[in-house]
């Protein structure tokens, strides 16, 4: 059973940094697409980065290239979002997942719970 857990959110001020975490259980894939997707209130959904497990692939959206980084410990089965000069548009929930035939743009078939991000001005 495939299990996906996050942490590492919190509040912080606008330009501070947070590093989330994914520790994931379950996998038997080597090669599979994990990524970072976050929710705002009232908003959609949002993909914000994405990692060939076993590669050194990422994808990142636009808005967070140069500032996020995706990485994976492999031995702790963890996967990072390192978030780098945060902007206060970007709090919201951040969810980790799992399974994709598509890092960037396909439907993910294992979701984390969550862990909340809020950035002040």
């Known amino acids: 059973q495939v299990q996906l857990v996050e942490s590492g959110g919190g509040s912080v001020q606008a330009g501070g940094s947070l590093r989330l975490s994914c520790v994931a259980s379950?996998?038997?894939?080597?090669?599979?697409?994990m990524a970072w997707f976050r929710q705002a209130p009232g908003k959609e959904r949002e993909w914000v980065a994405a990692?060939?497990?076993?590669?050194?692939?990422?994808y990142y959206t636009d808005s967070v290239k140069g500032r996020f980084t995706i990485s994976r410990d492999n031995a702790k089965k963890t996967m990072y979002l390192q978030m780098n000069s945060l902007k206060p548009e970007e709090t919201a929930m951040y969810y980790c997942?799992?399974?994709?035939?598509?890092?960037?743009?396909?439907?993910?078939?294992?979701w984390g719970q969550g862990t909340q991000v809020t950035v002040s001005s």
């Open positions: 997942a799992l399974d994709s035939r598509n890092c960037v743009s396909g439907q993910y078939k294992y």
């Open positions: 379950g996998i038997t894939e080597r090669n599979n697409c």
């Open positions: 990692m060939i497990t076993g590669s050194d692939y990422t």
